[in-house]
């Protein structure tokens, strides 16, 4: 098992966090929510640069410092450009990529590298994975999902190359499999075949090596290494708890592992990503809550319909408020992974202080299908790269790109273009 950063077991890279030459790591994410936004309740009524809070952003109040609102933000790719109809398909594989998607439901889809994979590809000899892509809504890489689009662009926001997308990873006990077993796959299957026997941890079959390492840590990396021990028993119990209710139900018809309440399989899915950043299993991530599309509805949160009918809202106020309750709901969960990454200590800050977080949608609103003006929030300091806590307004139509190639830079991957950018994204630091 990957191990969290410890002083007293790498004092080279401890001495990088001092002000030595060795840095700690950065991490990036991209976490994906479908169909648009309420956007009355996103952008602040204030002109000011000072970060307000609408309703939808309400949950991260105790996180003003560590996030902030980018507005203007534009995929220029992601509309028609004579392509026709097709917005939900197009926003979510122009998201990551800045690139247009070829229409067609065939074997022929392009579209182009995600900047995740430019990204990861740097790291594919530094950490165990060099990426790790995980979703709640099981990918499809064939069929028309979207006006002659092939369903492999409405379900995925990851492409390692332009014709060949990173599907998502939605079952957390193979998620949480992936990331902890030894790679071996005959060894992994029995061991898996003893836990089940014995009713055992993955942890029991390193606790006593872990013992043995804590008695020569120090005594702050001592109680670190007995909060990350618990964190993944804790997250174990947690999947194999989601395991057995979704056996309980009578036909069922998702596998194993995934939980029923949907709000839980968020949270594992945080978990599992806070995890890997934690123990410097990889370095990059995507997330995606529902693909782009999606009619999901939330009667969790008393929304019975389904959350694409209620995006053509038509400017109905009771559609529109059911969305802002839809907005909030996701809002909720990506607070709580945020949170996680705050009181996850490193070096002299925390996880998040290290990591570069971007939160949005492929379309401003699923009424207009609109693709300027994106929901954008962008977390993390990147290292002390950024300054957060503000709303930075940019020019109508500045490509999202720009962002991308901003942030790659921070992980250390230099490009001259990426997508359709014209340049990097200024008024990130102060």
Known sequence: MALPFLESADPLRAAGAAGGAVPLPRRMAFVYVP??????????????DTLRLGPTLEPLKALTSDFSLLSGLTHDKARANGDGAGDHARASATYLTGMQARKTQGADIRVGQSID?????????????????????????SGNCDSGYSCAYSYNIAWKS????????????????????????????????RRERYQKSILDFVLEDARSLQSKLGRNDQRKLEEYLSAVRDLEQRIAMAEKATLALPNREKPAGIPPDYAEHIRLMFDLMHLSFQTDTTRVATFIMAHDGSNRPYPQIGVGEGHHDLSHHGNSPEKKGKIAKIDRFHMEQFAYFLDRLKNTPEGAGSLLDQSMIVYGSGLEDGNSHAHHNLPVILAGRGGGTIAQGRHIRYAKDTPMANLFLSLAERMGVEAERFGDSNGKLGQLTV
């Open 162 to 193: 332009e014709a060949t997308p990173m599907p998502p990873e939605v079952d957390p006990r193979l998620a949480f499999e992936r990331l902890f077993s030894t790679g071996d796959p005959n060894e992994s299957a029995e061991s898996r075949a």
């Open 117 to 141: 994979q430019l990204v990861a590809s740097k790291f594919r000899r530094t950490t165990r994975f060099a990426s790790l892509e995980l979703g709640c809504d099981r990918s499809q890489l």
């Open 35 to 48: 169909n648009g936004i309420n956007m009355g309740c996103w952008t602040p009524e204030s002109a000011e």
